[in-house]
T-cell receptor, first 113, second 112 residues
Framework: NAGVTQTPKFQVLKTGQSMTLQCAQD?????MSWYRQDPGMGLRLIHY???????DQGEVPNGYNVSRSTTEDFPLRLLSAAPSQTSVYFC????????????FGQGTRLTVV | GENVEQHPSTLSVQEGDSAVIKCTYS??????FPWYKQELGKRPQLIID?????GEKKDQRIAVTLNKTAKHFSLHITETQPEDSAVYFC???????????FGTGTRLTIIP
């Protein structure tokens, strides 16, 4: 049972490049979400999904796209990377939406130069 | 939307002493309050949570208290140990949507 798996663990991008952060869970959780973590700012919600085919914006969605074609996968796309998107990104899933334990992936450290 | 404030941002305590971290929330309809621990370079992990129908919950050296009237909840760690050093986050869900709002975190350092 792998839980929540994120790839890659580290990534360096040039300004303007695009990329996709992968997230997969094997717990059959309906709810999945993406957060970014910056020093002194905690975990901020980027996008979330309550099930396959359903996504919604979080607190800081600009510059990011998501899709949820299956229950297991929830990729995060950076459309045109900017230095302000340098951060640590976490994917999470839970069985009971926001009212049960969230299981986090191991994180992706992204640097945009 | 929900606004969650967490204090203090840093906390240093002597090993064996107690540590208390406090969070306030704005949405009176919030009914679930988790606490996550994040060790250096690791992912956040749930350590304890409380639902709005109880005022206190304990798990060994960790306890959470909830004051719905004042809209705040606190994490209490007793008999602190070096492995308690980490960043701790509180969180609360938004009513009406499925967004979970986190506090800005408390870096707890246990001094041997």
């Amino acid at each position: 049972n792998a839980g929540v798996t994120q790839t890659p663990k580290f990534q360096v991008l040039k300004t303007g490049q695009s990329m996709t952060l992968q997230c997969a869970q094997d717990m059959n959780h309906e709810y999945m979400s993406w957060y970014r973590q910056d020093p002194g700012m905690g975990l901020r919600l980027i996008h979330y999904s309550v099930g396959a085919g359903i996504t919604d914006q979080g607190e800081v969605p600009n510059g990011y796209n998501v899709s949820r074609s299956t229950t297991e996968d929830f990729p995060l796309r950076l459309l045109s990377a900017a230095p302000s998107q340098t951060s640590v990104y976490f994917c999470a899933s839970s069985s009971g939406y926001t009212r049960t334990e969230a299981f986090f992936g191991q994180g992706t450290r992204l640097t945009v130069v | 939307g929900e606004n969650v404030e967490q204090h203090p941002s840093t906390l240093s305590v002597q090993e064996g002493d107690s540590a208390v971290i406090k969070c306030t929330y704005s949405d009176s309809a919030s009914n679930y309050f988790p606490w996550y621990k994040q060790e250096l370079g690791k992912r956040p992990q749930l350590i304890i949570d409380i639902r709005s129908n109880v005022g206190e919950k304990k798990d060994q050296r960790i306890a959470v208290t909830l004051n719905k009237t004042a809209k705040h909840f606190s994490l209490h760690i007793t008999e602190t140990q070096p492995e308690d050093s980490a960043v701790y986050f509180c969180a609360a869900p938004n009513f009406g949507n499925e967004k979970l709002t986190f506090g800005t975190g408390t870096r707890l350092t246990i001094i041997p």
